[in-house]
T-cell receptor, first 110, second 116 residues
Framework: QQQVKQSPQSLIVQKGGIPIINCAYE??????FPWYQQFPGKGPALLIA?????SEKKEGRFTISFNKSAKQFSLHIMDSQPGDSATYFC?????????FGSGTKLNVKP | DTGVSQDPRHKITKRGQNVTFRCDPI?????LYWYRQTLGQGPEFLTY????????KSRLLSDRFSAERPKGSFSTLEIQRTEQGDSAMYLC??????????????FGEGSWLTVV
């Protein structure tokens, strides 16, 4: 059973656009929700993370929106750049285990 | 370099052979995780250690897989009698339980395994 469901599978935007990636979870015990960015052949790198006691967190061009009642959270990338082209994974953590979404492959066209 | 280090980065082996991967976590991190990732999928949890104790193993970790973390420092993941289905990237991650950043985990670059 997939603990974290992520959509869309792939996304193409023009430079300057605002791609939005969505994730949903069921386990209300999750208490930490990070996003990771992964380039081909590399390990995932932590991008931004949020805890369920806040509804939004911004770091640079990256924003997480969190809806606790709907058990959903999303990543917004403002003013997207070709260098943002990568695969993005959401995750949810409960105690010591992290569950990852299936990933979204983002392509930002120049 | 203070990141998570994995070795080797790439390994091609014949079916039936044994392989071993090594992970050196961020120094002072007391938790160490192993994940497996296949193309187009997110990382899947395999096992984790708190210091030298292996606290949890996923059912994905068959009897052919064994992980150790002697003295709570580096860790090894051994796969015995490899099968083609073992082909994947094996990711190591570490974290500092109770640290300022809570339970944030940091990944290494991964070890790619191809079984032919």
């Amino acid at each position: 059973q997939q603990q974290v469901k992520q959509s869309p599978q792939s996304l193409i935007v023009q430079k300057g656009g605002i791609p939005i990636i969505n994730c949903a979870y069921e386990n209300t015990a999750f208490d930490y929700f990070p996003w990771y960015q992964q380039f081909p052949g590399k390990g995932p790198a932590l991008l931004i993370a949020i805890r369920p006691d806040v509804s939004e967190k911004k770091e640079g061009r990256f924003t997480i929106s969190f809806n606790k009642s709907a058990k959903q959270f999303s990543l917004h990338i403002m003013d997207s750049q070709p260098g943002d082209s990568a695969t993005y994974f959401c995750a949810a953590s409960n105690f010591n285990k992290f569950y990852f979404g299936s990933g979204t492959k983002l392509n930002v066209k120049p | 370099d203070t990141g998570v280090s994995q070795d080797p980065r790439h390994k091609i082996t014949k079916r039936g052979q044994n392989v071993t991967f090594r992970c050196d976590p961020i120094s002072e991190h007391n938790r160490l995780y192993w994940y497996r990732q296949t193309l187009g999928q997110g990382p899947e949890f395999l096992t984790y250690f708190q210091n030298e104790a292996q606290l949890e193993k996923s059912r994905l970790l068959s009897d052919r897989f064994s992980a150790e973390r002697p003295k709570g420092s580096f860790s090894t993941l051994e796969i015995q009698r490899t099968e083609q289905g073992d082909s994947a990237m094996y990711l190591c991650a570490s974290s500092l339980a109770g640290g300022v950043f809570g339970n944030t985990i940091y990944f290494g670059e991964g070890s790619w395994l191809t079984v032919v």
